[in-house]
């Protein structure tokens, strides 16, 4: 039980377009939502916190306009990436808390890259 | 924010060794996750624990919350315990929070 996808796994894309990806969580519901990214060599960042039905807290230096979120139902999230230059090139990781408990489920990963 | 620091950074290791990693945290905590990297980049959950011991197979976590210190061993280890591990507590400390992260320790075991 408690899985978390991920979609795609991994993108390319122009710089200036916007990619989309989605985190959902397969077999339990997810009040609450986190969105990672992880730079090369460096260690993962919490980029927003993303409530079902309420507009996503976003961290320190996260543009809340480039990085749109959205978490419309209880099994999924979006982050769009808007814009998109290659400094964003970055694995996103998603993951899910249920209804109880601290517990966090990690999803897979997207691996963005843009040139 | 919670700080958390983590050593070592490196470590490699002959199969079979006790490995052990140590996390510290700077915020008192709701609970610590100990989480597990591979060179895809994938993380999976180890640990959640909020006191004391948790035990699953080789792998041993530990916990004290008075000193904010963390340990994850691995018994008998094994080439394919080859991976980042990482610890991560809450981002204020409590329980409703994103985690914030330690840089992870990578570990090679060698046959």
Same mark, same amino acid.
């Given at each position: ?115 | ?28 905590? !709701?609970? #610590? @996750?100990?989480?597990?990297? *591979? $060179?895809?980049?994938?993380? /999976? ?24 210190? !963390?340990? #994850? @061993?691995?018994?008998?280890? *094994? $080439?394919?315990?080859?991976? /980042? ?27």
């Amino acid at each position: 039980g408690a899985v978390v996808s991920q979609h795609p796994s991994w993108v390319i894309c122009k710089s200036g377009t916007s990619v989309k990806i989605e985190c959902r969580s397969l077999d339990f519901q997810a009040t609450t939502m986190f969105w990672y990214r992880q730079f090369p060599k460096q260690s993962l960042m919490l980029m927003a916190t993303s409530n079902e039905g309420s507009k996503a807290t976003y961290e320190q230096g996260v543009e809340k306009d480039k990085f749109l979120i959205n978490h419309a139902s209880l099994t999924l999230s979006t982050l769009t990436v808007t814009s998109a230059h290659p400094e964003d090139s970055s694995f996103y990781i998603c993951s899910a808390r249920g209804l109880a408990g601290a517990q966090q489920y990690f999803g897979p990963g997207t691996r963005l890259t843009v040139t | 924010k919670n700080e958390v620091e983590q050593s070592p950074q490196n470590l490699t290791a002959q199969e079979g060794e006790f490995i052990t990693i140590n996390c510290s945290y700077s915020v008192g905590i !709701s609970a #610590l @996750h100990w989480l597990q990297q *591979h $060179p895809g980049g994938g993380i /999976v959950s180890l640990f959640m624990l909020s006191s004391g011991k948790k035990k699953h197979g080789r792998l041993i976590a530990t916990i004290n919350i008075q000193e904010k210190h !963390s340990s #994850l @061993h691995i018994t008998a280890s *094994h $080439p394919r315990d080859s991976a /980042v591990y990482i610890c991560a507590v809450p981002y204020s400390g409590g329980g409703a929070d994103g985690l914030t992260f330690g840089k992870g320790t990578h570990l090679i075991i060698q046959p």
